[in-house]
């Protein structure tokens, strides 16, 4: 390959690496830090690029004067030998060690504000890991799944474990990662034993996360969703979530696309069979706990943990072959077994029906 051809395609290369970096949102960045947790890493990231920075223009600018200074010429003979030189030997053992110093110090320091007890006054959430979702538990006993609520401003204690393996939660733009260990059997107020987060979350918006511990066959689709509001809107998310579905909603106020008739029939199957033994729906005799609260499923933005857009489709889509949207998963489908269930043998019209009204709880 020609130099020029090579010199254009890196060119082109390097552009693309450009405007890839310009285009388009980054809902998992890491550099872009929505709470006072996220900021001590991004000022210890910053603090740290800045002095590897120094150190590059440094050692280049040392390099590119060695290779002119005492390049060779025609009539050059053999360079001066350093080698044991005591100065310099001392001079490179010194250095490093004085910069590993100036790095070191900041980053326990932000070890220790990361780790720090809870702020007064902090909401305390459970998250529980599952294979392979999130389930957020309140205070005031509501629960909910793969979508957490927050309100901005306020402090909040995540009291993370897991009832299988080990999980990370990591929803970068609101801090690093923290393992979700299974935890059984831990004596009533040994708090300790949990793994916790603390922050202040202090814009409004919606944050991606993902587990970040590798936890079984659908381990990259266990994502999750922190949605950071108002405290007002949050107050209504809660009282809306305590009022839940005792009756069917009013066909005026179905979303659209749903048929009434189909919704009060999707009610009564699911009402009749085993999505009850692992569901909840708030105000019905759904209480399973083994799986996610469906209690608002609607309003999700969501499902199957982040991985599909919550629509009637998709839910027939998980319905159907929960296996063949996330390998692993504990929910039978229509053909196929899950977790210890048989398949459950509906037909297509039973799933749309049950899908309907899954979505009308909002
Ligand atoms: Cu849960 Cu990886």
Redo the contacts with the bound molecule.
Sequence with gaps: MKLSNILRGSGTLAALVLLAACAGEYPQSSIDPKTDFAQVIHDLYGLVTWFTLVILIVTWGLLAYVLVRFREKPDSGTPKQIHGHLGLEVAWTIVPALIVVAIAVPTVRAVFATQRPADEGAMVVEVV?H??WWEFRYPDGVVTANELHLPVDRPVSLQLHSLD?I??FWVPMLGGKRD?NPLRAVPEGDEQRYNWLHFTPNEVGEYMGQ??????PS?SL?GLRVVVESQADFDAWRAEWQEGHALPAPAAELAEGLDAETVVQGRELVMNSTCLACHAIRGTPAQGRVGPNLTLLGRRSTLAAGWLDNSVESLVRWITAPQDVKPGVKMPGVDAPGGNFPPTGYTPEQVQAIAQYLYSLR
């Design positions: 890991g294979q392979f393996v999980h990370s979700v587990c970040a511990e590798f936890c079984g381990h266990m």
